[in-house]
C-alpha cells in the first residue's frame, strides 16, 4: 500500500473551530424554527438543493462537518434567510443577476464581463485518495487537504478537484482537458452517457479520467486522446465521480 493510502486512512475527523461552531449553532437555530413554517424536512431539503442522501444535511445540522460557503448559501436559500444570519464574519456580496459589459465598438475591446459567483472551496486530493474516496468521504475534513481550490461550480458538499496528469485526454478538437488542469468532481451526481467521469478500476489502487460510453449492453472508458484506446469495464469498475467544469492555470 502506498504512503498516500495510509497516511488517508490513518485521518481521524478533526474538531470544529469555535467559529465553525457558531456557525452551525446559528444554522441549527434557524433550521429548527422555520422548518416548520417552510415544511422543509431533512429528505426534502436534500433534495432541493440537489444533495444525494439527507444525511448530508443531517451532518451540517448537527456540527459533525463544518459549513463551507456552498451550503452556507444552499441553507439561507431554503431558509429565506441572508447567508450573513448564518455566519455574520464573512463578507457576502448581494445576490442576484450580475450586470452584463457590452460594447457596441471594436469587438476586441472590452470583450469580457463579470464572472460567476464563488459557491464554495473543495479540497485538492491525489489520484490514490480519489480511488478511495467513497469510504474516507465522510472522515475527510478541512484540515486533511494541503491545497483548496474555490470553485464557481455548483456542486454538492463531498465534492473534491484533481489534477490532471499525462495526455489522454487531450484533444485537438472539441472537449480537451490537457495535462496540469483541474478538474471539479461531484460524486452525488448519476454518470450517463458522455459524461466526463473520475473512476477506479479494481486491479489499480488510483482513479482514472475518462469519459463514459454507454452503448447498449457494452460500457468505456474512453479517452478524448484518439491515440489511447478505449478500456472496456463489465463490474470492474466504480465511477467515483463526475467532472462538473475543469480549469488550467496559465502561469
Known amino acids: 500500500m502506498s504512503s498516500g493510502a495510509t497516511k488517508i486512512e490513518s485521518m481521524k475527523r478533526r474538531q470544529l473551530t469555535a467559529t465553525e461552531k457558531a456557525c452551525t449553532s446559528r444554522l441549527r437555530t434557524l433550521w429548527d424554527n422555520k422548518k416548520k413554517q417552510l415544511g422543509l ?58 450586470p452584463t459589459v457590452v ?23 491525489s489520484s490514490v485518495a480519489a480511488g478511495q474516496w467513497s469510504e474516507i468521504v465522510d472522515i475527510y475534513q478541512s484540515g486533511d ?12 458538499p463531498h465534492a473534491f478537484a ?7 485526454m487531450t484533444a485537438s478538437a472539441g472537449v480537451s482537458i490537457p495535462d496540469g488542469a483541474i478538474v471539479i468532481v461531484d460524486p ?3 454518470a450517463r452517457n458522455g459524461s466526463i467521469v473520475v473512476a477506479k478500476l479494481e486491479d489499480n489502487q488510483e482513479a482514472t ?43
Open 41 to 98: 424536512t431533512q429528505e426534502k431539503a436534500a433534495h432541493l438543493v440537489g444533495w444525494s442522501a439527507q444525511g448530508s444535511v443531517g451532518q451540517y445540522l448537527n456540527g459533525r462537518i463544518p459549513l463551507n460557503t456552498d451550503a452556507i448559501i444552499k441553507f439561507a436559500d431554503l431558509l429565506e434567510v441572508s447567508p450573513s444570519e448564518i455566519d455574520p464574519d464573512r463578507k457576502w456580496h448581494a445576490s442576484g443577476p450580475q
Open 103 to 125: 460594447h457596441r465598438g471594436d469587438p476586441g475591446i472590452g470583450n469580457v464581463s463579470p464572472g460567476p459567483p464563488i459557491r464554495g472551496r473543495v479540497p485538492l486530493i
Open 145 to 156: 487537504a494541503d491545497e483548496w481550490r474555490e470553485t464557481t461550480a455548483n456542486v454538492g
Open 162 to 168: 484533481l489534477r490532471v496528469e499525462g495526455d489522454s
Open 188 to 190: 452525488d451526481i448519476e
Open 209 to 251: 479520467l475518462k469519459r463514459l460510453v454507454i452503448d447498449g449492453p457494452y460500457r468505456y472508458l474512453k479517452p478524448l486522446n484518439p491515440i489511447y484506446q478505449p478500456i472496456h469495464i463489465n463490474g470492474n469498475c466504480h465511477i467515483v465521480g463526475v467532472v462538473r467544469k475543469f480549469e488550467f492555470d496559465l502561469l
